[in-house]
């Protein structure tokens, strides 16, 4: 008995001194580098360097192993487990990574950002149980967003932008209760927007460029600051529970079919810095009960909508607006003298326009005073392809489109001269 005992240990002695990595992850580290197209593996990369004859975890940063994953020794039994796997921008290619067993349950960080990966995304990441960090940027991806990515509860960053996945986004992703950071954006993703009100550390999401459908959600984590989900196919209008996200700073909904009214709140909401919802059908802007004082709205996006009337001449009396584009809509009527002032003599402690895009609409009347004294290069000032007849060339900002002819401002607006 003691003798075998006596065996045992030596032969664990023996094994130890020959291997440090945990046998299971020098088996997917195996699979990875087969799984790859020869070709793509360059001479002196990184993958290329894997040499299996020596213990992958012992050897880092030899010259059999100089990089590509890092290991770490997760308790006291001297073995190390790979705890990070980092193949981004490699150009690497290789298909079905999908049916590779991704079986490394201390890994914390997969990057294999910007290679040619394609096939489906692999059931046995849902085995990733400690990943905080999934980053599968810019690659071939396509399939769907398997349900089980739900599973790997400690994720904090999600990168799944730049691929070809297809099909809706799983409300499994409701349950990735540490994640900060989504970016499913220039995929094909269709289908609702999913609730996402339990996600309550995001800060950051980015679904632009697919096909979502249906309405802007109506409840969003309270913690987000930046939403973009431009370039959809979202219909009705920006509901006013985004009033309620108190940390919201960017709002980018350009490109959906959004449609009546931009709403008040957003221009007396409380952090919002950013609007942007260009290239949507809204036809009319409501002005808010505060006349915009507590705005903290620097930048407004509202152009190539259907939006109709007078300028809005609130949007001169948001203190911090410093950007704001009307182009390319169906505004009317004269160009307000507190415009020209905020271009021009703004007053103290409100920030001047340094951006006001005002081309593309039937504009009408004389230029107000202030304009005509502005140097060129002071602002990017735009009045061009309205109906301002006395807008000479002389005035940089008269450049850039002629003036629509009479013939179509009366048609449109029949009160001009
Ligand atoms: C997860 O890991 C186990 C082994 O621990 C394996 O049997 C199973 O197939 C894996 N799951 C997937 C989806 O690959
Ligand atoms: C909208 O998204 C599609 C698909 O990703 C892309 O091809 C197109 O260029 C995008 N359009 C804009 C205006 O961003």
Same mark, same amino acid.
């Given at each position: ?78 073995? !190390? ?32 950002? *910007?290679?040619?990966?394609? *096939? ?87 679904? *632009? ?61 409380? !952090? ?76 103290? *402690? ?68």
């Amino acid at each position: 008995m003691g003798v075998l005992v006596l065996l045992f240990t030596v032969a664990s002695l023996l094994l130890l001194a020959e291997s440090k990595t945990f046998w299971e992850d020098t088996q997917v580290l195996k699979q990875l580098k087969n799984r790859l197209d020869p070709n793509s593996v360059a001479q002196g990369s990184c993958i290329s360097s894997w040499d299996f004859k020596l213990d992958p975890c012992d050897s880092l940063f030899s010259d059999r192993f100089t990089c590509g994953f890092r290991c770490d020794l997760v308790d006291d039994s001297g073995v !190390s487990r790979v705890t990070e796997i980092g193949l981004d921008q490699a150009g690497y290619s290789g298909s079905s990574l999908s049916s590779l067993t991704w079986n490394l349950p201390y890994l914390e960080t997969l990057d294999l950002s *910007g290679n040619f990966f394609s *096939g489906s995304l692999p059931e046995s990441f849902s085995n990733l149980t400690r990943l905080r960090r999934l980053i599968l940027s810019g690659n071939s991806f396509s399939g769907s967003i398997p349900a089980s990515i739900g599973s790997l509860t400690n994720l904090e960053e999600l990168f799944l932008d730049n691929n070809y996945l297809r099909g809706s986004i799983p409300p499994s992703l409701n349950n990735l209760v540490s994640l900060n950071r989504l970016e499913i954006q220039a995929n094909s993703l269709s289908g609702e927007f999913p609730k996402l009100d339990s996600l309550t550390s995001l800060y950051y999401l980015d679904a *632009g460029n697919n096909a979502i459908t249906g309405q802007v959600p109506f409840t969003f984590p309270p913690s987000l600051i930046q939403i973009s989900i431009r370039n959809n196919s979202l219909v009705g209008t920006v509901p006013e529970t985004i009033k309620q996200l108190g940390s919201l700073q960017v709002l980018d909904l350009s490109h959906n079919q959004l449609g009546d009214s931009v709403p008040a709140h957003l221009f007396s909401h409380p !952090s919002l810095q950013q609007l942007t919802l260009s290239f949507n059908k809204f036809s009319s802007l409501q002005t808010p009960s505060s006349a915009g004082f507590q705005s903290q709205l620097i930048a407004v996006d509202l152009s190539n909508n259907n939006l109709q009337g007078f300028l809005p001449s609130f949007m001169a009396l948001m203190p911090k607006l410093s950007a704001l584009s009307l182009e390319n809509n169906k505004f009317t009527g004269m160009i307000p003298t507190q415009y020209a002032f905020k271009v021009a003599v703004p007053g103290t *402690g409100v920030s001047p326009f340094v951006r006001l895009l005002l081309g593309g609409n039937y504009l009408y009347g004389p230029l107000p005073g202030p304009l005509l004294s502005m140097k060129p290069g002071s602002a990017n000032v735009g009045l061009g392809n309205n109906c301002l007849y006395r807008c000479p060339r002389v005035f940089f900002f008269c450049q850039g489109g002629d003036q629509k002819s009479s013939s179509e401002c009366r048609s449109f607006v029949p009160v001009i001269p």
